[in-house]
T-cell receptor, first 113, second 111 residues
């Protein structure tokens, strides 16, 4: 069964360090999302790609976060410098253009110390 | 502002004790309403999509229904393995297909 792949599963980093997360969506899915989920809350959208183009990054803290999807397939989300408040689960999801349900990866649990 | 509210925040059930979870939404237009299940430390797992008032979908012990302002996830005769957080999300025509999530209902089913 096709899955959204994310790595790493867990990451511990010191504040002010740089950290990066990787996502490989389901093959053929043109739309890719990065969500952030704080413990006890629902996921919140950080950035949405349609192929290699950013569709929505209105909630992305652009002073420290960046995201790219250079070839329209896999994607990287970077935080530099990391802050204590960035500790959360970072979820990647993808969808095709025929259905609207998004399929999520297992997430990356980030802890900033 | 588009908003999704889920209740209760947490629910404890005895095995076999049926109940319902609520998702109410205030949106400028509804393209679809989604239910996800999330186990601790994992990503959300897709359950259902509902598109119009009156629509119902079922999967094993779960049944989702939709009205113009809310959705219910009915759990019939739950088992301990149904324990998880259930998330509701909406997609609106004015939000570039992004999902707006509620905070979830944490369900615990005891044997």
């Amino acid at each position: 069964e096709a899955e959204v792949a994310q790595s790493p599963r867990y990451k511990i980093t010191e504040k002010s360090q740089a950290v990066a997360f990787w996502c490989d969506p389901i093959s053929g899915h043109a739309t890719l999302y990065w969500y952030r989920q704080i413990l006890g809350q629902g996921p919140e959208l950080l950035v949405q790609f349609q192929d290699e183009s950013v569709v929505d990054d209105s909630q992305l803290p652009k002073d420290r976060f960046s995201a790219e999807r250079l070839k329209g397939v896999d994607s990287t989300l970077k935080i530099q410098p990391a802050e204590l408040g960035d500790s959360a689960m970072y979820l990647c999801a993808s969808t095709d253009n025929l259905n609207t349900e998004a399929f999520f990866g297992q997430g990356t649990r980030l802890t900033v110390v | 502002e588009d908003q999704v509210t889920q209740s209760p925040e947490a629910l404890r059930l005895q095995e076999g004790e049926s109940s319902s979870l609520n998702c109410s939404y205030t949106v400028s237009g509804l393209r679809g309403l989604f239910w996800y299940r999330q186990d601790p430390g994992k990503g959300p797992e897709f359950l259902f999509t509902l598109y119009s008032a009156g629509e119902e979908k079922e999967k094993e012990r779960l049944k989702a229904t939709l009205t113009k302002k809310e959705s219910f996830l009915h759990i019939t005769a739950p088992k301990p393995e149904d324990s998880a957080t259930y998330l509701c999300a909406v997609d609106t025509p004015y939000n570039t297909d992004k999902l707006i999530f509620g905070t979830g209902t944490r369900l615990q089913v005891f044997p």
